[in-house]
């Protein structure tokens, strides 16, 4: 949002971001303004070898533990110190550990309790988009936009690509985003509930097995509120790099939900695992889920992993 607000402000910055903005067909670009935009990995850590002139951040939660033995406390110390490297911090004050650190720092903060003063119009849902363009117009006006261009300048930004991504128009239309995290999960379900779906198919591809087993009771309680008028599949664990985890699978995790309205989908009937690899049941997925469709008016494919193969069975539904 930030490269765009930029881009059509006439600064021509240069970006790189972890996502392909639809605008561009791309997720770089050389500008030749002052300004590069990058949106930092805290994955790997990699965003701590940055030193920003501008830090934008929207929150700090527990991810990636693999790669924080300490937990929260080492999490919040990486943002901290790549916070405090920054001239201009843009932080989102509704975020508890953000919050404690804009008391004792100079930063330029945002917040949802202001979003009804701004007319922002885009093209995705959901109050977490709403928030991102709050935050992006606070970090535009800090590098001298006016505020009133950069909420015209999103008007015409059409999202990026696995991002509550429109595949299908026609009826049920069909969603495609990367959600994988259990907060990324929830706001998710609650843009998708605020278009006001008769029936919603919410179909999700759990991200790694240990990301499953460190998050397991909230991705439970997440699941257990998942409305009952609607239906979510639960799709096998994407493993990819790392390796199965005894007592940890889809199937475990929809017993531990226990809604009728949440359910396993199998790779096939006679398979009870896929490995998280989708090219090979491709086939059996697509007929499951063809099955379930009558009636619905958005299907959701979610996920992280491989269930973008998926999603181009449903491009020309």
């Given at each position: 949002?930030?490269?765009h607000?930029?881009t059509?402000?006439?600064?021509?910055?240069?970006?790189?971001?972890?996502?392909?903005?639809?605008?561009?067909?791309?997720?770089?670009?050389?500008?030749?303004?002052?300004?590069?935009?990058?949106e930092?990995?805290?994955?790997?850590?990699?965003?701590?070898?940055?030193n920003?002139?501008?830090?934008?951040?929207?929150?700090?939660?527990?991810?990636?533990?693999?790669?924080?033995?300490?937990?929260?406390?080492?999490?919040?110390?990486?943002?901290?110190?790549?916070?405090?490297?920054?001239?201009?911090?843009?932080?989102?004050?509704?975020?508890?550990?953000?919050?404690?650190?804009?008391?004792?720092?100079?930063?330029?903060v945002?917040?949802?309790?202001?979003?009804?003063?701004?007319?922002?119009?885009?093209?995705?849902?959901?109050?977490?988009?709403?928030?991102?363009?709050?935050?992006?117009?606070?970090?535009?006006?800090?590098?001298?936009?006016?505020?009133?261009?950069?909420?015209?300048?999103?008007?015409?930004?059409?999202?990026?690509?696995?991002?509550?991504?429109?595949?299908?128009?026609?009826?049920?239309?069909?969603?495609?985003?990367?959600?994988?995290?259990?907060?990324?999960i929830?706001?998710?379900?609650?843009?998708?509930?605020?278009?006001?779906?008769?029936?919603?198919?919410?179909?999700?591809?759990?991200?790694?097995?240990?990301?499953?087993?460190?998050?397991?009771?909230?991705?439970?309680?997440?699941?257990?509120?998942?409305p009952?008028?609607?239906?979510?599949?639960?799709?096998?664990?994407?493993?990819?790099?790392?390796?199965?985890?005894?007592?940890?699978?889809?199937?475990?995790?929809?017993?531990?939900?226990?809604?009728?309205?949440?359910?396993?989908?199998a790779?096939?009937?006679?398979?009870?695992?896929?490995?998280g690899?989708?090219?090979?049941?491709?086939?059996?997925?697509?007929?499951?889920?063809?099955?379930?469709?009558?009636?619905?008016?958005?299907?959701?494919?979610?996920?992280?992993g491989?269930?973008?193969?998926?999603?181009?069975?449903?491009?020309?539904?």
């Open positions: 949002m930030l490269a607000i930029l059509e402000c006439g600064l021509d910055p240069a970006f790189a971001i972890g996502g392909i903005l639809s605008n561009y067909n791309s997720n770089a670009k050389a500008g030749k303004g002052k300004y590069f935009i990058l930092g990995d805290e994955s790997d850590k990699s965003f701590t070898h940055t920003p002139h501008l830090a934008l951040v929207t929150c700090i939660e527990e991810d990636h533990l693999e790669n924080y033995p300490g937990g929260i406390e080492e999490i919040k110390k990486c943002f901290f110190d790549f916070i405090d490297k920054a001239e201009i911090k843009v932080l989102n004050i509704d975020d508890r550990y953000l919050a404690n650190y804009c008391m004792e720092n100079e930063c330029v945002y917040s949802e309790l202001a979003l009804d003063s701004l007319n922002i119009k885009l093209s995705m849902p959901g109050k977490y988009n709403l928030m991102n363009a709050f935050a992006c117009i606070e970090a535009a006006e800090a590098l001298g936009i006016e505020r009133m261009e950069a909420i015209k300048a999103l008007e015409s930004f059409r999202g990026i690509k696995r991002r509550f991504e429109l595949i299908n128009d026609s009826l049920p239309k069909v969603y495609d985003d990367y959600a994988h995290h259990p907060t990324e929830k706001v998710l379900i609650e843009a998708c509930l605020e278009m006001s779906p008769e029936k919603l198919l919410f179909v999700y591809q759990p991200h790694h097995p240990e990301r499953t087993k460190q998050f397991w009771n909230d991705f439970v309680e997440i699941f257990q509120n998942f009952q008028e609607h239906e979510c599949l639960i799709m096998d664990i994407y493993v990819a790099r790392s390796q199965h985890i005894d007592g940890i699978s889809s199937e475990k995790l929809v017993e531990a939900i226990n809604k009728p309205n949440v359910k396993f989908l790779a096939a009937s006679e398979s009870k695992t896929s490995q690899n989708i090219a090979d049941h491709e086939q059996a997925y697509k007929k499951q889920i063809e099955a379930r469709l009558d009636g619905v008016d958005y299907l959701f494919l979610v996920g992280a491989d269930i973008s193969k998926l999603v181009e069975c449903f491009r020309g539904l």
